[in-house]
């Protein structure tokens, strides 16, 4: 007698096979928490080339466009009438990427060769005068103490607190910790190194990837539309081309827009004759990244080293880069990033102190676009679920909104609401008028 399996009870049993295995993958987690990170940190490491040569064809491939649609194409295909075939632009192709590269390596060594002799000679400079600065402090601090002999008493005996605290600091804790340090040392120089060798290999990767990116779109729609459905498959690629949008625009805009300030901030520190002025434009370009809170702690440190040579230069040079954040603020933000976000002042201050409180300084700076991407996403959700039901979606029909009928799903606002309860009010009081008179005529 053959034996017929019922398709009810074959369902049921591979749900319960699939939940058993998911619970236990679950407990597995909850218990071995350490191991799971370490060997998911392990893989993040060893894939760590291949994740810089992504970002980096990433960033490099609007100049990889730029350079095919408006400078290449237009001479090889017009000017000089080549046939327009595979293998020509594949060729093309190979050129382009070959001059992205090269152009980007040339232009970091000639900002290296630029900038660090500047930098070297600013802090060597600051070395310098240090001692010089330290004296002039320590004059002034002398001044004050002569005419406020009691203020001094008070600050010598803390000095001597503070110094045999320093002491016992260093004979039982940091003597003790020389060893670790060197350790430490050494195996961040080895972690440099292999950040370098990564960089290098990433390098290498990120070619291969630009040389082949339409390839590898292709590949990911096809995968998409394997495993969903088209209409499934239809939002996600819809939801990356946003994500691309959003985290390209800002990117490069935000990069753009830095160079200009860093720019704008040496010219306008060199006519001040404000001191260490490549140093002090340096920082303000590199934190100006950081949308927001970025150029404040830029010139924090730029004050400090201000305040030590001239402090009437720091109180121009604080005044010039409120002005210059300012600007940046409210005419070249704007002018450059534009709407790309689409994230209001208060987002930008939450997606920041998001991201900078799970994942540091790159957080903050990568926090705004992915904030913006979450932001877009939950936004097209609720329109999409709102246009299903029928309701407005512009968020300005919601401002006086006091509730949506179950029914007939009419909208009650309460500017409405209000001019009816004040009509009601008027005829109420009309008719309490006129039962009155009555009253009154019936009396006479």
Excluded at 107 to 113: A, D, E
Excluded at 272 to 298: A, D, E, Q
Aim: aromatic letters at 14%; charged letters at 15%.
């Amino acid at each position: 007698m053959k034996y017929h399996w019922d398709k009810k009870y074959l369902y049921w049993g591979v749900t319960a096979c699939c939940v058993i295995a998911v619970s236990i993958l679950f407990f597995y987690s909850v218990f071995n928490i350490n191991v799971i990170k370490g060997n998911f940190y392990r893989w993040i490491n060893m894939l760590m080339p291949i994740i810089y040569g992504f970002i980096l064809s990433y960033l490099l491939s609007p100049v990889l466009n730029f350079l095919e649609k408006h400078v290449l194409f237009p001479f090889f295909f017009e000017k000089c009438k080549i046939i327009k075939c595979k293998k020509n632009k594949k060729r093309i192709r190979a050129l382009s990427v070959f001059i992205t590269v090269l152009m980007v390596i040339l232009i970091v060594i000639g900002l290296f060769l630029l900038l660090i002799p500047q930098l070297i000679l600013s802090i060597s400079s600051l070395i310098e005068s240090f001692p010089f600065y330290y004296q002039n402090f320590l004059e002034l601090f002398k001044n004050i103490f002569i005419r406020n002999p009691n203020i001094e008493s008070s600050i010598v005996a803390y000095l001597n607190t503070v110094s045999v605290y320093v002491e016992k600091f260093l004979n039982n804790q940091l003597l003790p910790q020389v060893n670790t340090f060197f350790v430490q040392f050494s195996s961040g120089l080895l972690g440099f190194i292999g950040v370098v060798k990564n960089l290098f290999i990433g390098i290498i990767v990120s070619i291969y990837v630009m040389s082949s990116k339409e390839l590898f779109a292709a590949q990911s729609k096809k995968f998409a539309y394997a495993i969903l459905k088209p209409y499934r498959a239809n939002i996600l690629i819809k939801n990356l081309r946003l994500t691309n949008a959003i985290f390209s625009g800002f990117i490069s805009g935000k990069l753009l827009d830095s160079f200009i300030i860093g720019m704008i901030c040496f010219a306008g520190t060199k006519m001040m004759n404000t001191p260490y002025p490549v140093l002090v434009s340096v920082i303000i370009g590199v934190t100006n990244i950081i949308p927001f809170f970025g150029p404040y702690l830029g010139a924090i440190p730029c004050a400090l080293f201000i305040l030590l040579v001239s402090p009437v230069k720091v109180i121009y040079f604080i005044i010039f880069i409120i002005l210059l954040q300012t600007f940046d603020g409210n005419v070249l933000g704007p002018k450059i990033l534009g709407h790309s976000t689409g994230l209001s002042s208060f987002w930008v201050i939450v997606s920041i102190l998001l991201g900078g409180g799970l994942f540091g300084i790159l957080g903050m700076f990568i926090g705004v676009p992915v904030f913006a991407v979450i932001y877009a996403l939950v936004k097209a959700f609720i329109n999409r679920t709102l246009a299903a039901h029928n309701l407005p979606m512009k968020t300005s029909e919601y401002s006086n909104l006091e509730y949506i009928d179950e029914d007939t799903y009419a909208k009650v606002y309460s500017d409405k609401i209000k001019d009816e309860e004040t009509k009601l009010h008027a005829k109420l009081g009309k008719l309490k008028a006129k039962m009155e008179e009555k009253e009154e005529n019936s009396k006479s």
